[in-house]
Each structure stands twice: as C-alpha cells, then as structure tokens.
C-alpha cells in the first residue's frame, strides 16, 4: 500500500492568513494551482483557499479581492492528512469530506499537498473511481 508521502506534490507554498484574496490570486497564477493552504502566524494550517472560493465568495459578492483578507476565507476546520498515511486514508477523507485537495502534514509542518489528479494515477481505477464518484454527488 502506498503512503500520501509517496505521490504527493511536495513542497507546497501557504498564502498567510493577513494576506489577501488578490495576493491568493497572483500566487495560484504563479505556480500554476487552483488551491492554496492557508497558514496562520503560527504556520499552521487553518483551511485552504481555491480560486473558486476567490470568484464565488469575493468577486461575485463584489467585494475588493485586494483588500478581502485571504484568511476570511478559512473552512471551519482545516481537514489535512499525515504524509505517512495511506492513499486508502486519503481517499476516504476525501470522500467523506468531498474534497479534491489535501493539504499534506508531517507533525504540524506542510509538506506537501495530494490531489485526487495525484491519486488517480498511483491508485488502482476502480477505487478512484469510487472517490470521483462521491465527489460528484450533489
């Protein structure tokens, strides 16, 4: 069985919670990504921010991205998995929380972030399958 360590994307980079939703923004265009941890002063996680979140809960509100603060946009609960944890945990988290990203931890560091992209080609199809399922639910 492999570990989330194994196919994650390691080394992801955290948007700070007094920064700002355009600061978020230019910071996904940057690198390439639809979603950014969120890391408080603390640098710990306390959500992540996808550039869904930026367009549905910002600019179509009319707020000014430029001043909106990114942490605003925390979940309730930042959901992150242990890079040692099994890709079976990471589905199941995944799916029970339908979520397509996870940030990835080792102790309280970020090391990294996993996918359902990452999944889909290290894990065997009919249990991807099983997960883009439950994440395509209403």
């Not at 994307?9 to 230019?26: I, P, Y």
């Not at 603390?42 to 550039?51: E, L, N, P, Q, S």
Request: hydrophobic fraction near 40%.
């Amino acid at each position: 069985m492999s570990t989330v360590r194994e196919i994650m994307h390691a080394g992801a980079d955290c948007v700070r919670t007094e920064e700002t939703a355009a600061d978020a923004a230019r910071m996904m265009a940057r690198l390439g990504v639809g979603a950014l941890p969120i890391c408080g002063k603390d640098d710990r996680i306390k959500g992540v921010i996808t550039d869904r979140d930026i367009v549905v809960k910002v600019v179509a509100e009319g707020r000014d991205a430029g001043t909106f603060p990114a942490g605003d946009l925390n979940q309730q609960e930042a959901v992150t998995i242990g890079a040692d944890d099994s890709t079976d945990e990471a589905m199941r988290v995944m799916s029970e929380r339908r979520i397509r990203r996870l940030p990835v931890i080792d102790g309280q560091r970020l090391v990294g972030m996993v996918t359902v992209a990452d999944l889909a080609t290290s894990v065997p199809e009919p249990r991807v399958g099983e997960l883009v399922e439950a994440l395509s639910r209403s």
